[in-house]
């Protein structure tokens, strides 16, 4: 961002990376995928880089607001001083605060899902896919992030990227308002589970199994290290794949 | 005559000891913090009518929905008759709404009285569902004693009325058949259901005797009323009023998004302000507010107002993913508490006076650490609730109180915290290294 505004220039939306996607190992294939399809399709965008930090939503669902507020308020003078207004998240914690949580405290911008995104540049035309990518026909199920779903009420996109795909989409018995968590919300990703007698991640891949689906698509960091232990802990690594939905993208367009 | 009296006289202290009870319910609903939701009132009028008047949430499960409609038509419907057994008993008529409505009537009738038959049959389902069929959600250990009989009660009584409903129909059809009803005329009322339940079960009776079953069911029918109106206030059953202001009053914002507290804000601010005199007086007097819940009056009055809601279904319980793993949280639990709490400290209050402090509170009390800690925040009790009723804002405000005031949470989150603060991530990880994704 700093590089593009020392050029005099203005992207047209900002990428916001999110701390998963810019430290977690898995999920910063999912940001390379974004990038990837940002690139084919030509859009002007640019990150903060260095100068991103934390949304605060852990600290905020972990009853931190003092945290929450100050990540929130120092993230917010650094997107009004860049003068942004159009924002893709890369994962629905971040989609979430920043846009329904930072216009309270002075940040008002258009907020969109990386799903959302990418829906609009299929639409718009700008971006392809052959028919007979490399899911065609495949079984693909899609567990709902609860702050993309229940959270926003958005259940269609990632879905329609999925039929974009030539693929089966098959739902789980729990699905869209009445998906299962991953069991990582509410800041439980940064901590061990309280007792019971099951993992909610194991509880939920048996939703996944039970579907006979090859593929698990979701669309959130957190929910994708869920499902990925979940997958394993079943015994079902050669059997289910855990992507995310712009992965699926950028594998079918192959790019 | 002395029976008018005694009508009037029940009919005084029916309406006005519940009268009573639900201003006390009011005073202590409104011991909750302030929040304004009487913006967008077109789309409130529209949330509420569909989901109480309509009950839409409750078709996500069709059996025990069905069932229910059952009831609530029923009982709707059987108002009219409760109407004129009210006009009857201050007039000293019978059947006031005979000879003015004429063959409407008898549709009128007919139609309570079916639904009143599908209302008993629904009744006996449901008993059946919690105490032989056992189904999960309504067995569960927080419906352990009070909660269970307050079920069961209520379920009994609603059988007991609809047989007086029938005993004075029934008995007054056969006295109508041979001239003998204190209604003019003879004949056939025509009633659906009691033209031949009548008979059947009375035919053979002297007249003394129909009579007196007549009365008993007259009179039983305006008592089970009075005794349920009075009941109401005490039990899960409120929610057959307060579900619609508390529709009305529902969270209309996406639910992901909580509130931020302005309080933080203000302090924040006033940090950064390089201007700012720390030490200022604060502007106000008042004492400042605790942040998060530790006891109900923390919480809001519309938490509150949902915990008088709530109808101990246990829909948000059986959907909840704590829950269904073994953990200790549950939603529907996290509502009662707060309901027992509200009325055990407000009772306190009215009964030793202002300051009395009974030295306990929600948070800690009633709802332990581990269960608030168990909340993944999935809003899935929110979105299962049939009449809207949010257990996630409270548990967030339990949190927040253990966080902000206590400095007590699982050792793994007060790291996260630290991160958070001095690396920009949850993780331990350095701020310079956020675009090495870029050349790996
Ligand atoms: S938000 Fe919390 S209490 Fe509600 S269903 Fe999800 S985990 Fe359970
Ligand atoms: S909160 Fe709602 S879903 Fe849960 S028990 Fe009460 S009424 Fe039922």
């Known amino acids: ?255 | 005559m002395i029976s008018i009296l005694i009508f009037i006289v029940l009919t005084v202290i029916g309406f006005g000891f519940f009268g009573w009870n639900v201003s006390k319910v009011r005073a202590n609903i409104l011991l909750g913090r302030d929040l304004d939701r009487t913006d967008r009132k077109a789309e409130r009028w529209k949330v509420m009518t569909l989901v109480a008047l309509g009950q839409k949430k409750m078709f996500a499960r069709p059996i025990p929905a069905i069932l229910h409609l059952m009831l609530y038509a029923a009982f709707v419907i059987t108002q009219i008759e409760l109407i004129e057994i009210i006009v009857d008993g201050v007039t000293g008529n019978h059947r006031t709404f005979f000879a003015a409505l004429g063959g409407f009537y008898t549709f009128m009738l007919s139609f309570i009285e079916i639904l009143s038959i599908l209302a008993f049959i629904a009744t006996f389902m449901f008993l059946a569902r919690r105490n032989l069929l056992k189904v999960p959600r309504l067995v569960k250990s927080e419906l352990n004693g009070w909660p269970k009989l307050d079920a069961n009660l209520i379920l009994i009584a609603e059988i007991t009325l609809i047989c007086f409903i029938f005993m004075m129909n029934g008995a007054d059809e056969v006295l109508y058949n041979q001239g003998q009803s204190h209604l003019a005329g003879e004949g056939s009322l025509g009633l659906a259901m009691s033209s031949w339940i009548g008979p059947m079960l009375f035919g053979n009776m002297s007249l003394d005797t129909l009579h007196i079953i007549e009365r008993i069911g007259w009179w039983g029918h305006i008592l089970m009323v009075f005794g349920f109106l009075n009941f109401l206030p005490y039990s899960k059953h409120f929610h057959i009023l307060l579900a619609f202001p508390n529709t009305w009053y529902s969270n209309l914002n996406p639910k992901g998004q909580f509130n931020n507290i302005d309080s933080v804000t203000a302090e924040i601010k006033l940090m950064m302000d390089p201007n700012a005199d720390p030490y200022a007086a604060p502007a106000t007097d008042e004492v400042p507010q605790r942040f998060g819940a530790k006891d109900v009056t923390d919480l809001t009055w519309k938490s509150l107002l949902d915990a008088y809601t709530c109808t101990e279904c246990g829909r948000c319980t059986d959907v909840c993913p704590a829950n269904t793993t073994g953990k200790l949280l549950s939603p529907r639990k996290i509502m009662m508490d707060t309901r027992d709490r509200l009325v055990e400290y407000a009772d306190g209050k009215r009964k030793n006076g202002k300051d009395y402090d009974d030295g306990k509170s929600l948070n800690g009390d009633y709802v332990t650490a581990e269960e608030i800690w168990a909340c993944t925040s999935c809003n899935a009790c929110v979105d299962a609730c049939p009449v809207n009723i949010d257990p996630l804002t409270i548990i967030v405000d339990l949190r927040r109180f253990l966080v902000m005031e206590e400095s007590k949470m699982p050792s793994e989150l007060a790291g996260m915290n630290t991160n958070i603060e001095n690396n920009g991530a949850p993780w331990q990880f350095s701020p310079a290294d956020r675009l090495n994704w870029k050349d790996e």
Not at chain 1, 54 to 69: I, L, M, S, W
């Open chain 1, 1 to 255: 961002m700093a590089e593009m505004v020392a050029q005099g220039e203005m992207p047209d939306i900002l990428f916001w990376v999110g701390c998963a996607g810019s430290f977690d190992d898995r999920a910063k294939k999912i940001t390379k995928a974004i990038v990837k399809i940002l690139n084919k399709c030509d859009v002007k965008f640019a990150v903060l880089g260095t100068e991103e930090s934390c949304t605060g939503d852990p600290a905020k669902r972990a009853g931190n607001e003092f945290v929450y507020q100050m990540q929130a308020i120092a993230n917010i003078e650094v997107l009004n001083a860049y003068e942004i207004k159009k924002i893709v998240t890369a994962c629905p914690h971040c989609f979430n605060i920043i846009k329904n949580e930072y216009p309270g405290l002075g940040g008002n911008y258009e907020v969109v899902h990386h799903s959302q995104y990418i829906q609009s540049l299929i639409n718009d035309g700008k971006l392809t896919l052959q028919d007979g990518g490399v899911y065609k026909g495949r079984k693909i199920t899609f567990h709902d992030p609860c702050y993309l779903g229940r959270g926003n009420d958005v259940y269609d996109a990632p879905r329609e990227l999925i039929e974009r795909l030539d693929a089966e989409l098959v739902e789980m018995k729990r699905c869209k308002s009445k998906g299962l968590c991953c069991g990582a919300g509410g800041a439980q990703m940064f901590k061990e589970a309280e007792k019971g007698d099951k993992e909610i991640n194991d509880e939920r891949t048996e939703d996944v199994v039970e579907t006979k689906a090859e593929i698990v698509a979701t669309g959130c960091p957190f929910c994708m290290t869920m499902m990925t232990d979940g997958v394993k802990t079943a015994n079902k690594e050669g059997a289910i794949e855990v992507l995310d939905v712009a992965e699926l993208i950028a594998n079918a367009a192959d790019l």
